[in-house]
Structures are given as structure tokens and as C-alpha cells.
């Protein structure tokens, strides 16, 4: 990647609003789903205008209240997303397929593709000083232990981690061509109101008695409150030393998923988890049930899968020190406050809908 751009830059950091009343600033992609509707809030609460770009016939509840212009596009759609981009200073790409199993083309068309058109739609706009992309700690393959960012992303075969290694490159490759300058963050697992995965999928499990360990739930999560998340996606977005790096993103604490999961628990009042599965046998059972869904031409998700049993059974604590020392990265909110906040959306009207009591 390279800190220079062709075109000129406004000095504008996304910390520094422009007065009440001035056109969209700053664009957020995938700001109806869990980390971009948060993102939004943040935004607009700095006094930001937020414009977000939404697919056709998605939900806008999520942004309703906080975005001030929609474009109707996709990733995909390029020139949607040249009119989006058109006059901001900043681009948010959250949009993206976070998921641990789906059709290659699908993940390839968001996170390869897409990353390098919302680029490239940040050159034809002339405007962008900077490009943040969201990516993830699982660019580097599940290492045994956890690493800082001087280890590189390594593509294990899995649509996700294989999906977000790419799409890294072709940010840098699109920066590198066009010389927008990106920025890239990689949270590690981002919990909190509205999370499908780590609130919406496990919470359900919970009240079916479903949910599952793998080795005990021992293993520290890597958990990130999503506040937290927003604060330090617009503080690397607005700082100068962050151009053309990548940011491992967590909370300092080592919570384990037993702890998470527990509390979870205690807070929706269902009971905790009964069965516990070595690490060997749950592998063995993902790559059963993925082959066996794969020969019956299951397009549904297989009952366990590899990159879950990974999340599950690897230590997530990646290293924080760069996001530390470039741009004061700090969680101000800390995991009792973070599960308080995530319980009282359980408790809420929207909460309600998505796990039902
Ligand atoms: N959640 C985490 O723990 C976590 C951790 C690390 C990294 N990340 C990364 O953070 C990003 C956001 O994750 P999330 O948890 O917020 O996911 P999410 O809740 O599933 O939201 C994804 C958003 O992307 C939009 N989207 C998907 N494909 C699109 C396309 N082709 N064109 C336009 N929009 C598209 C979706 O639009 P619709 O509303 O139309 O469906 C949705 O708004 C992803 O890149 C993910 O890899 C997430």
C-alpha cells in the first residue's frame, strides 16, 4: 500500500466534523448489518452525516435514525458505488459475508471483489483521504499460538480465511494502483447488541440447549465489545500513521469462552452448557459433517464446521501493541459493562425477536 495518493486530499480526519448541516462526509458500506449499524451511531454521534450504501430490499431499521442519505447498490454494483462515495472523506467498508461456511462465489464477490471496487470508487470520487476495510484475525490461519500482525495472512483453504486473505491483497493492490490511501483493522471476535454470531446464534443455542464446548470452553475468545470496535475504527481512519498498516483488534482481557458463554447464560437465565468436545473429535466431526453435506448438495450450514471448531478450540489473543501505539487504541468499555449492554438488548423488543424468550 502505498501513503500517497494521486488525487488531492482534504485534511479532514473523521474526528473533526464538518459544521451541522454540510452534505455526507463519510460512507458506510454494510451499515445494516452487526459492526456497520454500530459504526453508524458512532459516526453520527461525532456529528458526522452519514451516507450508507444498502442493498435493494434489505432491512434500513438498523440505520433508520442515524443515517442522513441511502444509496441503494451493492459491492458488486460499481457505479452504486461511485455515487456513494461521491464528495465524502472517508469509506467504511464493513459490508462483507461473515460466515463460516456458503458457496465460494458468494464470499469471493464481497470480500474479494467488493473491497476493491468500494477502491476504486474512492478514486473516482477524488474526495477520499482514506479507505478503512474491515477484515479479521482469521487472515492468519488459525495459528496454534496468537501472533501480531508481523506474521502474514496465510489462506488455509477455508472460504472465510481464504476470502479475507484476498481481499486484503486486492485493497493493497487497488491502493497501490490508485494510490488511495487504506487502512486495514482486523477484529478478532466482536460481541455485543444485535451480534449474530456471538450473541444471536449462541443465545438461541443457549435456550435450546444446544450450545456445545470444545475443550471445555477453556480456550480465551479474543472478544472485542463493539464500542470498542467503533472507537478504534474511526480513531485508525483519522490517524496519519496508519496509512497502508493492518491492526489486530481486541480487549485486553483474556476472557475465555466458558466465561463468556456462562455469563451469557446467568444473564438470559437459561442453563449452561452440558457436553464438552475434545478438540480431535469435534475436527472429526466438522470434516464428517461438511463432506457428507457437500456429497448430498446440502447448501444448509453442516452441523459443525471447521472454522468453527478453530474459533473454539485456538487462542484468539492476538497482539494489540501496534493499534496501541499508532492510534491510542483503548477499550474504554470493559466485559462486564459489554455483557451488561449485550443483555439488555437480549431483554429489548428487537432482542426479543431475534431469540425469542
Ligand atoms: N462480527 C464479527 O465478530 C467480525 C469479526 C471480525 C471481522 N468482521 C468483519 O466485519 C465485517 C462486518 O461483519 P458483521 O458481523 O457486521 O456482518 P453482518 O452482520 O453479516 O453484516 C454484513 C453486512 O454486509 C452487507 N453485505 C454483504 N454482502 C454485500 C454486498 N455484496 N454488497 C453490499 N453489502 C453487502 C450486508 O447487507 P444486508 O444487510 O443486505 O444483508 C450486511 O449489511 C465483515 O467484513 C466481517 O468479515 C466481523
Not at 42 to 64: I, K, Q, T
Not at 97 to 112: K, L, M
Not at 154 to 175: C, H, T, W
Not at 266 to 293: D, F, H, I
Amino acid at each position: 500500500m502505498t501513503s500517497h495518493s494521486n488525487e488531492p486530499m482534504p485534511a479532514t480526519a473523521p474526528d473533526a466534523p464538518p459544521p451541522a448541516g454540510h452534505a455526507p462526509d463519510v460512507l458506510v458500506t454494510g451499515a445494516g448489518g452487526f459492526l456497520g449499524r454500530h459504526l453508524v451511531r458512532g459516526l453520527a454521534e461525532r456529528g458526522h452525516r452519514v451516507r450508507v450504501l444498502a442493498r435493494p430490499g434489505s432491512d434500513r431499521s438498523p440505520f433508520a435514525d442515524t443515517a442522513d442519505d441511502v444509496v441503494t447498490g451493492s459491492l458488486e454494483d460499481r457505479e452504486s458505488l461511485r455515487r456513494a462515495a461521491a464528495g465524502v472523506t472517508h469509506v467504511y467498508n464493513c459490508a462483507g459475508v461473515s460466515a463460516d461456511w456458503g458457496p465460494w462465489e458468494e464470499f469471493r464477490r464481497a470480500n474479494v471483489d467488493g473491497p476493491r471496487n468500494v477502491v476504486e470508487a474512492a478514486h473516482h470520487a477524488g474526495s477520499v483521504a482514506r479507505v478503512l476495510h474491515v477484515s479479521t484475525t482469521d487472515v492468519y490461519g488459525y495459528p496454534k499460538e496468537p501472533c501480531d500482525e508481523s506474521r502474514p495472512p496465510r489462506d488455509i483453504g477455508l472460504p472465510y480465511n481464504r476470502s479475507k486473505v484476498l481481499g486484503e491483497r486486492a485493497v493493497q493492490q487497488a491502493s497501490e494502483a490508485t494510490g488511495v490511501p487504506v487502512t486495514i483493522v482486523r477484529p478478532v471476535s466482536v460481541y455485543g447488541p444485535a451480534s449474530k454470531d456471538f450473541v444471536i446464534e449462541i443465545g438461541g443455542l443457549l435456550r435450546q440447549n444446544q450450545m456445545i464446548y470444545i475443550r471445555k470452553g477453556e480456550v480465551p475468545a479474543g472478544l472485542l465489545y463493539v464500542d470498542n470496535a467503533v472507537d478504534a475504527m474511526i480513531a485508525a481512519a483519522g490517524s496519519e500513521r496508519t496509512v497502508g498498516r493492518a491492526y489486530n483488534l481486541r480487549d485486553p482481557d483474556r476472557t475465555t469462552w466458558r466465561e463468556y458463554i456462562e455469563a451469557l447464560a446467568e444473564g438470559m437465565g437459561t442453563g449452561t452448557p452440558k457436553l464438552s468436545l475434545p478438540t480431535p473429535l469435534a475436527t472429526a466431526l466438522a470434516v464428517c459433517s461438511e463432506g457428507l453435506y457437500k456429497a448430498l448438495r446440502v447448501t444448509s450450514r453442516p452441523v459443525l464446521t471447521r472454522h468453527a471448531v478453530h474459533l473454539f478450540d485456538r487462542d484468539q489473543s492476538y497482539g494489540i501493541h501496534r493499534a496501541q501505539e499508532d492510534f491510542g487504541f483503548k477499550s474504554e468499555v470493559d466485559f462486564a459493562e459489554g455483557m451488561r449492554r449485550t443483555l439488555a438488548w437480549l431483554d429489548s423488543d428487537e432482542g426479543h425477536r431475534h431469540v425469542a424468550r
